[in-house]
T-cell receptor, first 109, second 114 residues
Framework: KNEVEQSPQNLTAQEGEFITINCSYSVGISALHWLQQHPGGGIVSLFM???GKKKHGRLIATINIQEKHSSLHITASHPRDSAVYIC???????????FGQGTRLTINP | ETGVTQSPTHLIKTRGQQVTLRCSSQ?????VSWYQQALGQGPQFIFQYYREEENGRGNFPPRFSGLQFPNYSSELNVNALELDDSALYLC?????????????FGAGSRLTVL
C-alpha cells in the first residue's frame, strides 16, 4: 500500500462544476503539499499545509491531521484548470517527500 | 516565470553512458531536492542537499549522486545508465526552516535512455 493515496485517479467535469480531489496518507507528516502539473512537466506549488485550511483564488485546501486526510477543492472550474494535481507529504523527522500518484483533471467547456 | 532553471531540457543517452543534469535554485533558497518522474507516475524522491551536504536520500542506488555548490546550484549525476532511468528529472528548491517552505520546481530535464 502506498503511503500517499489520491482519489480519484481521473476526473472529468464540465466547466463551472465544483471539484474535490482527496489525499489520504498513512505516515506522520510535518507538512502536506498540493502541486499542479501541466502537460510538458512543469510543476507549480499550490499550497503547503500543516493544519487547517488555506484559500487562494478559486482553490481551497484543507487538512485533517487526526484523520490523515487532505482535500483540494476548485470552485467554478475552468478548462485552464485541466492538469494533474499531486499531493505530497513531508515525512515527519525526515527530509523525504512522498508523492501520491496524481489526479488527472479534465474540465470540458 | 519559475525561479528554478534546469538544463538541459531534453537529452538522449545510450545504456551504460553517464549523464549530468543541472539545476539553479531560486535566489535565497539553500535547499535543493531532486525527483525522478517516470511516465504516468508521481515523482519519486532521489535526494536532498542543504548547504552542500546530502541530508536525505530515497531508494535510489549509489550510481545516482549529486552535488550542491556554494551558490546553491546543484547537479544530479547518473552513472551506468539503464533503460529504466528514462524519466523526467525535476529539481525543487526551498528555504530551509522558513515558516512557509513552499517548493519551487524547475521545468525538468527529460532523459531518454536507448
Amino acid at each position: 500500500k502506498n503511503e500517499v493515496e489520491q482519489s480519484p485517479q481521473n476526473l472529468t467535469a464540465q466547466e463551472g462544476e465544483f471539484i474535490t480531489i482527496n489525499c489520504s496518507y498513512s505516515v506522520g507528516i510535518s507538512a502536506l503539499h498540493w502541486l499542479q502539473q501541466h502537460p510538458g512537466g512543469g510543476i507549480v506549488s499550490l499550497f503547503m499545509l500543516s493544519s487547517g485550511k488555506k484559500k487562494h483564488g478559486r482553490l481551497i485546501a484543507t487538512i485533517n491531521i487526526q484523520e490523515k486526510h487532505s482535500s483540494l477543492h476548485i470552485t467554478a472550474s475552468h478548462p485552464r484548470d485541466s492538469a494533474v494535481y499531486i499531493c505530497a507529504v513531508r515525512i515527519q523527522g525526515a527530509q523525504k517527500l512522498v508523492f501520491g500518484q496524481g489526479t488527472r483533471l479534465t474540465i470540458n467547456p | 516565470e519559475t525561479g528554478v532553471t534546469q538544463s538541459p531540457t531534453h537529452l538522449i543517452k545510450t545504456r551504460g553512458q553517464q549523464v549530468t543534469l543541472r539545476c539553479s535554485s531560486q535566489s535565497g533558497h539553500n535547499t535543493v531536492s531532486w525527483y525522478q518522474q517516470a511516465l504516468g507516475q508521481g515523482p519519486q524522491f532521489i535526494f536532498q542537499y542543504y548547504r552542500e551536504e546530502e541530508n536525505g536520500r530515497g531508494n535510489f542506488p549509489p550510481r545516482f549522486s549529486g552535488l550542491q555548490f556554494p551558490n546553491y546550484s546543484s547537479e544530479l549525476n547518473v552513472n551506468a545508465l539503464e533503460l529504466d532511468d528514462s524519466a523526467l528529472y525535476l529539481c525543487a528548491s526551498r528555504g530551509f526552516g522558513t515558516p512557509s517552505s513552499i517548493l519551487t520546481f524547475g521545468a525538468g530535464s527529460r532523459l531518454t535512455v536507448l
